[in-house]
């Protein structure tokens, strides 16, 4: 991933907005190029003062939820064609799909909350979800809630680190790959759970005391 770091850097800073988002995109697609590489530049250029720090957040968030339509649209429309051709075997396996199609059909698009915090899952996911004719509406929603997760935490992380962007770097990668993000993730998908309860518990004794 270092490598792909100093490749893109120059890109970016030429680029800025354009590039992260463009990037984002194609990284949806199941390009070898992971995401948070992109969102830990864009941090790095907003710790360094070359980029503004609300307007590349919301870039980089478009671009995250951008690149999962993408694929989501080509899971739905083109999904039968594309698991004839060699790209499956390039982009993913079978039994990914197969996978997929479990967690869906057990547990529908709230599956969508923890496989956008695996990035080797991602693309199998959303890719499936279209395939299985998911609703836009349920994929939006908890796509969108999804990224709320992961995507701000890299941003930030590489925004608070500043220089030591290798470094940051490196640390997200190991917050990838241990079950310490998937405990994170876990802890920030209850919190989310109980904020939507509450407001739904008071919408409810709301609507009790108007009747």
Known sequence: ?????????PVVVEYRYLAVFTVLVIAGLGVPIPEELSIVISGYLVATGRMDFWLTLAVCYAG????????????????????GTPLLRLLLRRRQLAQAQYYYRRYGPRALLLARQAPGIR??????????????????????????ISM????????????????????????????????????????????????????????????
């Open 64 to 83: 995250v939820l951008a690149g999962d339509l993408v694929t989501y649209f080509l899971g739905r429309y083109a999904g039968r064609w594309f698991l």
């Open 152 to 211: 701000p935490l890299a941003y930030l992380i590489a925004y608070f680190w500043g220089p030591r962007v290798t470094q940051a770097l490196a640390l997200i990668v190991r917050i990838g790959d241990l079950t310490t993000f998937v405990v994170i993730a876990l802890i920030l998908l209850l919190v989310v759970f109980l904020v939507i309860r509450y407001i739904s518990r008071c919408t409810g004794v709301t609507d009790e005391i108007n009747e």
């Open 123 to 148: 693309f199998p996911a959303f890719f499936t979800a279209g395939m299985l004719k998911m609703r836009l509406t349920d994929f939006l929603l908890f796509d969108s809630m999804a990224g709320l």
């Open 1 to 9: 991933m270092i490598d792909y770091f100093y490749l893109l850097l």
